[in-house]
């Protein structure tokens, strides 16, 4: 058959197809009823489209001719099976559902990570306010001196070191350093989970050192007004990179009847996941860290309530989202 005979038998269904996928309505349960593509028939319709591009292929039509066709047969795959944009679906399912899911399946070594940070975090702070020196058991005198200038009423700019001049550089300052915890905090649960615990604890003394000694001099609105905005995200992500180190862990001290090399592997398939959840919100909270905590502009109780607004938004979605889906 001649390929302009071919064109015009199969023209009519290729045309429907064009037509169902242009549509915004566009699934098997939407398909214009009495179409070439109707919802009853579209397995059957699909895999003779298939049989096209095969056909044109094997024959040598042109290639204008298999192009078109190849494009229409890749479109309607994704249609169909909701294959359009592979990696970007894969992402937005995992983030629109399947991190939370996977935090809540792994709450227990969550709160432990949870609680490895924020009990010697808000201990060390408490203890500062009724000893001052304590917080010298931690920091050096000349670290003392750095956050004293970096979070004055004076400064001129919040949070910021002399060696950086701009808010970008900050943005990319706070994301090596935020990375750098994660990975320590991460790669600690190869150790039988000991560097994991070590680096959840050691990280908690040291933000609570920070905490209470610029806390106890008097600089509540300017330190607690910048970490409100970024806090939520920065520290959750400390804590699903925890959970993950621990799973590590718990893979190497009890593999169960699996070898502690087949445990490992299995358990960093999910360790891994928690992981790209850390890093999404520690790029988030770089960001906000950079550009949002040290504006002058902002009010305390603003940035207060902005920060509370984030916790609360930030457990609200690893508590609640995926549910649905799951049901």
């Excluded at 894969?90 to 432990?112: K, N, T």
């Excluded at 999910?270 to 959840?277: E, H, P, R, S, T």
């Excluded at 002058?296 to 995926?322: D, E, N």
Aim: hydrophobic share 50%.
């Amino acid at each position: 058959m001649k390929e302009r005979q071919y064109i015009a038998r199969r023209a009519a269904e290729w045309e429907a197809w064009d037509r169902w996928l242009a549509s915004a309505r566009g699934s098997r349960s939407a398909a214009p009823e009495g179409d070439a593509t109707g919802a009853a028939g579209l397995p059957q319709r699909f895999r003779r489209l298939c049989h096209d591009l095969a056909l044109v292929l094997d024959r040598n039509y042109s290639a204008a001719l298999a192009e078109d066709l190849h494009r229409r047969v890749l479109a309607a795959y994704q249609r169909i099976y909701g294959a359009g944009g592979p990696q970007g679906d894969a992402w937005r399912r995992f983030f629109g559902g399947d991190l939370p899911a996977l935090v809540r399946s792994e709450w227990r070594l969550v709160l432990a990570a949870a609680l490895l940070l924020f009990v010697p975090m808000s201990s060390f702070l408490l203890l500062i306010q009724v000893w001052p020196d304590a917080a010298l058991l931690l920091l050096s005198p000349e670290t003392v001196g750095e956050i004293e200038e970096m979070y004055s009423p004076t400064a001129r700019h919040l949070g910021r070191p002399r060696s950086a001049g701009s808010e970008w550089a900050m943005w990319g300052f706070y994301i090596a350093n935020n990375v750098r915890i994660d990975f320590q905090v991460f790669a600690g649960g190869v150790a039988f989970g000991v560097g994991t615990v070590f680096y959840l604890v050691y990280n908690g003394l040291h933000i609570g050192a920070i905490a209470g000694h610029l806390t106890q001099i008097g600089y509540v609105p300017t330190f607690w007004g910048f970490v409100a905005g970024h806090s939520a995200f920065e520290l959750t992500g400390v804590v699903l990179a925890g959970a993950a180190g621990l799973k590590l862990g718990m893979a190497l001290v009890a593999p169960g009847r699996q070898t502690r090399l087949a445990a490992l592997r299995q358990h960093a398939r999910i360790a891994v996941k928690l992981l790209y959840g850390a890093a999404a919100l520690t790029l988030l909270a770089a960001f906000i860290e950079a550009f949002w905590s040290p504006w002058p502009g902002a009010s305390f109780a603003f940035k207060l309530a902005v920060g509370g607004s984030l916790w609360a938004l930030t457990w609200a979605y690893l508590l609640l989202a995926g549910r649905a889906r799951a049901a």
